[in-house]
């Protein structure tokens, strides 16, 4: 086993028995001190950030791997996604040493350990990487079907080629945020089936999608496809995704070309980028693939991940979250590196920091499903709120969360949160 993901691990950092990070997960984040400008790099372990910038800085965090290299005096993680994996096995394996109970580096020096082992309390979370590039696919069949049933009915719920090739689009990655940043709802064109003409003004259908996304390690050079079997070499970590949309915009603009407006006003993601390498125990068989997929999209070892997943909404005059569904990425019928290794076979070079987004994660039961647009089912089944008010879609003041978590023995290796409000429009 890989000893950084051995149950029994324990840390001298005090972790809670329900943390999201434990010493088996150690998931990379860039944070901003309350009180300094330049951000920092650091792992999550408990309530603590441990300060790999202040680490790197002092020669106190050695990784024969990284060489003389100094990845975490940046202010992204970009240039650690690039090095690869025998440099972030390196580098995890260091850490967790640095972090085991019975290791007194820094346990047992008092004031080594005030530099180095950050409250998040006080801290801000700022995006992990520089996003060159986001693609967002449609992975789940569920979701795919639901979609599809309402907008072209039962018999021609799934297009042709979704069950041959992992659909998606190319979104946008000037507008993804990290969890904490509220969004205005968007102004833009919609047009109602029975009017004779489109109506400018903000959306009145704004939903969430829960999505799982990753962040691309090394890249490929233009023209040079990634093979499946090296997909996972390419694949640093994942987060939390809220796929923001506007339905009523979405459905006046898609055709021919797809989502355009309708996303690209703001994507959300958590900040801890969890290490496929912390995910690895967690691996599991994705749904049977029928029919079989083209050669280029084989894969000969389970890749679906067994992760839960739940989204709650809170309104401005409700005093507490209400849980508004619960799924599990393992759903998903296009796995990570189907993902991976379909974008890359045109050529189309992937770079580090890149983000692919898995598409929204219906399970099989209307409780699973990871948009309102499938829970209220087009609008036609208000969704009841404990206060008595209902929802068919999100209202000005409301806070989505996403969280998420993969159950080990007496542990979690979990994703925190990703968390936002809708805001009013802004119409000047
Ligand atoms: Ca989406």
């Given at each position: 086993m890989n000893p950084t993901n051995d149950p029994a691990l324990k840390s001298w950092v005090p972790v809670p028995?329900?943390?999201?990070?434990?010493?088996?997960n150690l998931p990379y984040g860039v944070f901003r001190r309350k009180d300094e400008e330049v951000p920092r790099i650091g792992v999550a372990i408990g309530e603590h950030i441990l300060d790999l910038t202040y680490l790197e800085q002092h020669g106190i965090l050695k990784v024969a791997e990284l060489g003389?290299?100094?990845?975490?005096?940046?202010?992204?993680l970009n240039a650690f996604l690039a090095l690869g994996r025998p440099a972030w096995h390196g580098t995890r394996l260091a850490i967790s040493r640095l972090l085991?109970?019975?290791?007194?580096?820094?346990?047992?020096?008092a004031a080594l350990r005030d530099h180095v082992l950050v409250p998040m309390a006080d801290v801000d979370m700022l995006l992990p990487a520089a996003i060159g590039d986001y693609t967002d696919f449609y992975s789940s069949r569920e979701h795919a079907t639901n979609v599809g049933i309402m907008l072209r009915g039962v018999d021609n719920a799934?297009?042709?080629?979704w069950l041959h090739l992992p659909v998606a689009y190319h979104g946008r990655s000037s507008s993804i945020v990290v969890s904490g940043t509220d969004l205005h709802r968007p102004l833009g064109q919609t047009k109602a089936d029975d009017a004779p003409a489109p109506t400018f003004g903000p959306s009145r259908s704004i939903d969430f999608e829960l999505e799982m996304g990753f962040f691309i390690g090394p890249g490929n050079s233009l023209g040079r496809p990634i093979p499946i079997d090296k997909a996972a070499d390419h694949i640093f970590g994942m987060v939390l995704v809220?796929?923001?949309?506007a339905r009523d915009i979405q459905r006046w603009e898609y055709v021919p070309l797809g989502p355009f407006l309708a996303k690209n006003f703001g994507t959300s993601i958590s900040p801890w980028v969890v290490p496929l390498e912390a995910l690895e125990p967690f691996r599991t068989n994705g749904p049977k693939q029928d029919p079989q997929p083209l050669p280029y999209l084989r894969i000969s070892e389970p890749w679906a991940f067994d992760i839960q997943l739940d989204v709650t909404v809170q309104g401005a005059k409700m005093d507490r979250p209400h849980r508004l569904c619960a799924s599990n990425m393992?759903?998903?019928?296009?796995n990570v590196c189907q993902q991976l290794a379909h974008h890359a076979v045109n050529g189309c070079n992937l770079q580090p920091g890149d983000l692919l987004a898995s598409g929204t994660i219906s399970g099989?039961?209307?409780?699973?499903?990871?948009?309102l647009l499938e829970l209220a089912w087009k609008g036609t089944k208000p969704i009841a709120l404990p206060n008595g008010e209902t929802r068919v879609f999100l209202q000005d003041h409301d806070r989505v969360t996403m969280t998420g978590w993969c159950q080990g023995a007496g542990y979690r290796i979990g994703f925190g949160e990703v968390t936002g409000r809708v805001l009013p429009p802004l119409t000047t």
């Open positions: 028995p329900d943390s999201h990070f434990p010493i088996q003389h290299r100094t990845v975490f005096s940046e202010h992204t085991r109970a019975d290791e007194p580096t820094v346990r047992d020096d799934l297009q042709p080629n809220n796929d923001w949309s393992k759903h998903l019928y296009w099989p039961t209307p409780d699973s499903y990871g948009s």
